[in-house]
Every structure is written in C-alpha cells, then in structure tokens.
C-alpha cells in the first residue's frame, strides 16, 4: 500500500501532540527511545507490563489503593491486570472538576430539549446528588442500573451515578425496538431503569410511551423506574429525573477493583441473544487514556462524536472528557432539515475534534455538501471516522470538500474491547484509503486460516496479546464457553476480531469489512439472530437467512432470503409485513435492501445456517470454494444463491 499522501502535520503541531509529549516522557522518565513509531509498537506489546505502567503514570491514573503489580496471568481470555488496585471510573472521569470550575464541560444541542450546557462543577454535583439518590433507593454495588436514553447529558450523568457506586451501567438508544431491548436487559435483571418516553427526530415528535411500558413488564427485576419528562408526561408511580438533580451533597464515589464491572455493552452474534460484555472500571480507564494519544486529545480541546446512544461511540466519547476536553453532544437527525446541520453544529461550537461514522461522511458525498465553501471551520482540527471503512473518495472529499489543513484519522476497533486496533497518529502523514497506524499496546495482526501471518495481503484481523479492556466475560456465561467461542475457537489463545484487514510493511492499515455473518449497517451492528426473531415470528415465514454484503469500495447491501409456508405469496403486501416486523422489533436501521423468496435455507449437518459461505459467493467467491457441500444437510439448496449472485453480476 502506498496511496498518495494527503496531509502530512507540520513541525510545530506534531511536536505539540500528546503523541510526542508521551514519547519525550518515556525518554525522561524510562530512557526509553525509539527508532521510528513501529519500533516503539514493537515494544508496546512486547513489553506489556512496562508499556501499560506507563500509561498509568503519565496519564496520573487515580487509585485508591496501589497494585501489587501490572500483569498477573497472560492468558487471553482470563488475564489478571493490576491486581490489588481499587479505582472508580467516575472519581476518574470528575477529578479535575474542581480545577475547571465553570468551564464548559458538555454541550448538548437536542432536537428535543434545544441547546445547553453544564459546567464541570455542575456536573460534578449532580452527579454526586442523583448517586445520592440512586443509593436512597437501594442501588448499591453490583447491582445493574440500565437506561433507554438519547444522546444527552442525562445519560451521562447516569452513567457516572451509577458507576460512582460501583454499580453496572446499561445504555439502550429509544429508537430501537422493544423486543431487541427486552433481549439485552432482561438478561442482567436491572434493578432501576431510566427512561424517556418521547422524543423528538428529524422534526417530529415520537411517543413511545406503550413501547417502554412493555419493556417495563418483561423487566420483573425492577424496583424502581426515573423519568425524563417530555412536555409533562410523568407515568402515575415513576419518579422524575429532574428531582434528582439538585441536592447538594458531596461526591463519594466508592473504590471498587480495577476489573469491577463497569458498564455492559453488546455486540450481536449470529446466535442466540446479544452478547452482554462486561468491561471492567481499569481496563476502560487506561484504554480510554491510551487511545487520547491516538486522537490527540487534550484538556483545551472541543470534542464531538456523531453517535447515537446505542453505539459504542457513545462510551468511547468520554476519553475526551476523561482529558478534560469539551464534549459536544448531537442528539438529532443528521439529515434534518439537511445534510448540512451537522457541519453547522460544527462550526458554531468552534469544534477541534469532530468524529462520525464513515457512513455520514458517504452520505454527505453523495449529497453534494460543501462544508468548507460554506462555514467558517477555522477551529476544526481533526477528523475521525469509524464504524465502516472509509473509502479513498471520501478522503479525497474531506480535503478538497471540508478541509484541506485537516488531519483524518480513522479508527477501527469495536463494542467487544471498547476501543481501537488500528488508529490515527498526529506525527503521521495521511493517505488516501488507509489508517496510518496499529494501536500501542495492541498486538495487532493479519492471519490466513492456518493461522500464519501475512503482510501485504488481506487476512483475518485477531491480536495476539491481552488487553486491559478486552472483556471480563460475558453475563451470564458461567463457564465462560461464549466468550472463548466468540473469539478464541479460530485461533487457540489468540483474538480473533470477526474483521478483514490488510497491514502494510510500515504498519499502516485497510479494513475490508466484517469476515463473520455480523450485520453492519451505517456503522451500528446487529446480529443476524435478532433479525431472524423478528422476521420468523410472522406465521407466513418457514425460515430466513441474511447477509450483509459490506465490502470496502461496494455499497453496502443487505438482501434477506425468506422460506414462507405453503400457498404464501412474497407480495407488496408479504414485504411490508416482513420490513414492519424488522422495524418495530429490532430497528428501522436494519430494514433489508431486498427480499427475496427461496424454497431452503442452507444448512450444514448439525443445522447451522450457512451465512458466511453464502456471503462471500455474493462478494465474488468461488462457488466451488467457498463451501463443502459434502457437510450440508441440503446441498442443492446452495444453487439458488448461485444464480442469485449471476443475476447480480449481470
């Protein structure tokens, strides 16, 4: 991969970047000195221990009790870090409040509450009084406090309630369906549920009232239920978010191990329900505080990702408030009234950092959107991008369409580490197409099936060291069988990630696309499982498969292939009865491309849908290659997706 360079950082800004003032500090502290930054990645995951010492004391990492030492057991899954630390995520994220004062440190601009800001020390004290109130209703540690919020600052704020407590946060975004709710929450039996029943998106107002009180009955673990009011609309018996808000108590958030469960993220299988990840208060601390070096990331910045509430963006968006950094919430459509809103919000915040899925930055493309010709994005410093790959056009549109003095930094990683493989590098030149380097501390590599490394070619992306934000383990997986089957039954003792990647001799990096049957759509992911929960729960439907045919340089397109019972016709009528299913059980998001009626779903001997052989026919596989028919239970079901993907290819 060499790619034509677009932007290379001038002296002056990379010798400013938090990149180089680590690099100096390890020259000072540890007389550590490296040769180029490969050499320095070389040492990150060979060195582990010395490595993530590191981060701890550059970054002042807050304890309340020291560690006996860095690494116990390196195994993966089941490492030990730091072990003998107690620390809190919240006392964290809050530890310069009082320093910062009235500095700003959210801005929220909702289509549903308007434009506001909170301060550090407002949000400080209200974090401290809603724990206050949380612990007055008996929420203690341990137990599960879960939310169905937009991206606002009462999601925050109760997030850092809860988790001040040592208590296990849960965030589901109120545009997703009730059912691919109730199968996340229901599993960790949540004890207080936060919730708004209405809101407002691309200018007009959704009650989902009926929606969130059938949640509420499949949830029988819940003792308490706090509202965000929307126009007055307080449910009879639930308590009002805003009588939380305003004690004044102090802040005491309570000391829990480095690998007490922090929060509980998910990331969708192809079987079964959600995977519930459980990440420890530590590990999402230091990887939170190592990935800031990658964004560049300072206490005078003014940060923004474009996230929804349901995306691990919305997590990731609190390393730049963790380094004292602005953060600028959107809650809104990105389309309304046009493309350009969000470029506006940029540019009227005065914003450095401006992050979105790569999904937006397509769609802005395709719309003809001139941010540059049209605003003022003098402050606009950095770019990131993420969620899908990132195509050569786009670069080039974001420095002929946006900022030609501008670096972009993709990133790549996911909900299962809450963090980034590959990533940006602020002394880095950018090219078109590609990420510029593997993240420190992540043993990142491309394997061929045998499990051998390549460079130069496109493999299986899986690391081969643990990482402190890797998963505890997933609850309610006893055994811990879930966990190793989702990402170790590939490669023993090593990660498999579930992406394609290609690493070049200098580091640098191409994401492809999803390598597993995992839904990608527009940067959020959804597992196949729950797609067929909702489409095979209509009587007329026998069996179903999907695939998402998300491939970097293709656009994305994600055909559903339906078995209806005898005598049922795929109609008008048959598919709206489909997409309707789709839309209110899992998420209008996910919504087919295609619908398409077949009379088997392939499957091999022990019943297993054949997803990702029928996905990689369609992006161009060899029939006769990409599977053995000689373990299918139905061996000429396949020729139909044959001929499917002829008719494509015509």
Same mark, same amino acid.
């Given at each position: 991969?060499?790619?034509? !360079? ?15 003032? &680590? ?6 502290? %540890?007389?550590?000195? &490296? ?7 070389? =040492? ?55 320093? %910062? ?28 009084? #809603?724990?206050?109130?949380? %612990? ?48 996340? &929450? ?13 809101? #407002? ?14 949640? @509420?009955?499949?949830?029988?673990? #819940? ?10 609309? @307080? ?29 509980? !993220? ?7 329900? $959600?995977?519930?990840? /459980? ?62 809103? /969000? ?5 009227? *915040? ?18 003809? !959107? ?20 990132? +195509? ?14 501008? =670096? ?35 043993? /990142? ?12 070619? !496109? ?32 490669? $023993? ?8 990647? *290609? ?47 998300? &491939? ?10 339906? /078995? ?27 919504? $087919? ?9 392939? %499957? ?30 139905? $061996?000429? +079901? ?13």
């Amino acid at each position: 991969m060499t790619n034509k !360079v677009l932007w290379t950082p001038d002296p002056e800004r990379a010798e400013a970047s938090t990149m180089a003032q &680590f690099m100096r500090w390890l020259a000072a502290e %540890r007389g550590l000195h &490296f040769d180029d930054y490969n050499d320095m990645w070389r =040492w990150s995951v060979a060195d582990l221990e010395a490595f993530w010492d590191a981060i701890w004391h550059f970054f002042a990492m807050r304890s309340f009790t020291p560690h006996e030492r860095v690494l116990g057991a390196r195994t993966m899954p089941g490492a030990e870090w730091f072990p003998g630390a107690t620390v809190n995520y919240a006392d964290q994220m809050l530890a310069g409040a009082d320093a %910062r004062g009235d500095r700003e440190a959210v801005i929220v601009q909702s289509e549903t509450f308007g434009r506001h800001e909170l301060s550090w020390s407002g949000l400080r004290d209200q974090v401290a009084s #809603v724990a206050a109130r949380f %612990r007055a209703l008996g929420v203690t540690k341990g137990d599960r406090v879960v939310a169905i919020l937009p991206n606002t600052e009462t999601a925050l704020i109760g997030c850092l309630a809860a988790t001040s407590l040592g208590a296990i946060w849960s965030l589901c975004a109120p545009d997703m369906g009730h059912v691919a709710i109730i199968d996340r &929450f229901h599993q960790i039996e949540p004890k207080l549920v936060i919730a708004q029943n209405r809101y #407002v998106h691309a200018g007009k107002m959704t009650d989902r009232s009926s929606v969130i009180a059938e949640i @509420l009955d499949n949830l029988p673990t #819940v003792e308490n239920v706090v509202q965000v009011t929307v126009k007055d609309d @307080l449910v009879a018996g639930r308590i009002d978010w805003n009588d939380l808000l305003n004690d004044t108590v102090a802040f005491e958030p309570v000391p829990v191990a480095f690998d007490h469960p922090l929060w509980i !993220v998910y990331s969708s299988g192809t079987t079964g329900n $959600p995977k519930p990840i /459980v990440h420890g208060h530590g590990g999402i601390i230091l990887e939170a505080a190592k990935q800031s070096l990658h964004q560049d990331l300072s206490d005078s910045d003014r940060f923004c990702w474009l996230t929804s509430s349901g995306w691990i963006m919305w997590n990731a968006q609190w390393a730049a408030l963790g380094q004292g950094a602005t953060v600028a919430m959107f809650d809104g459509a990105p389309h309304f009234p046009d493309m350009g809103v /969000v470029w506006r919000f940029v540019a009227e *915040e005065r914003l450095n950092y401006f992050g979105a899925g790569a999904a937006f930055f397509a769609g802005c493309l395709k719309a003809g !959107v001139t941010p540059g010709a049209d605003l003022d994005l003098g402050s606009l410093r950095s770019l990131g991008s993420t969620g899908s790959p990132l +195509s050569a056009d786009a670069y080039d549109w974001i420095y002929s369409q946006v900022k030609s003095d501008v =670096w972009l930094a993709p990133i790549s990683g996911g909900t299962d580490l809450a963090g980034a493989f590959v990533a940006g590098h602020p002394m880095m030149p950018v090219r078109a197409g590609e990420m510029q380097c593997r993240s420190l501390g992540n043993a /990142v590599r491309a394997f061929d099936e045998d499990g051998k490394e390549l460079i130069g070619a !496109v493999g299986e992306l899986v690391c081969t060291e643990p990482l402190p934000s890797m998963p505890l383990f997933f609850w309610g997986d006893t055994d811990g069988s879930r966990l190793h089957d989702s990402y170790f039954d590939t490669y $023993p003792g090593v990660w498999r990630h579930g992406d394609w990647i *290609e690493i070049a001799e200098d580091g640098s990096s191409v994401i492809y696309g999803r390598s597993d049957a995992t839904i990608n759509r527009k940067g959020l992911r959804m597992g196949s499982a729950e797609i067929y929960q909702a489409v095979e729960g209509l009587s007329e439907v026998l069996d179903s498969l999907v695939v998402d045919l998300e &491939f970097l340089g293709r656009e994305s397109f994600m055909p559903l292939f339906v /078995v209806l019972q005898d005598g049922q016709v795929l109609d008008d009528a048959m598919k709206d009865r489909i997409n309707d299913a789709i839309r209110n059980g899992v998420s209008p998001r996910f919504l $087919p491309n295609e619908i398409i009626q077949i009379k088997e779903v392939p %499957r091999t001997m022990s019943g297993k849908k054949l997803e990702v052989p029928v996905k990689k026919l369609l992006l161009g596989g060899d029939p006769d290659k990409v599977v053995n028919r000689d373990s299918m239970i139905n $061996p000429d +079901s396949f020729d139909r997706f044959i001929a499917y993907a002829k008719a494509r290819e015509a």
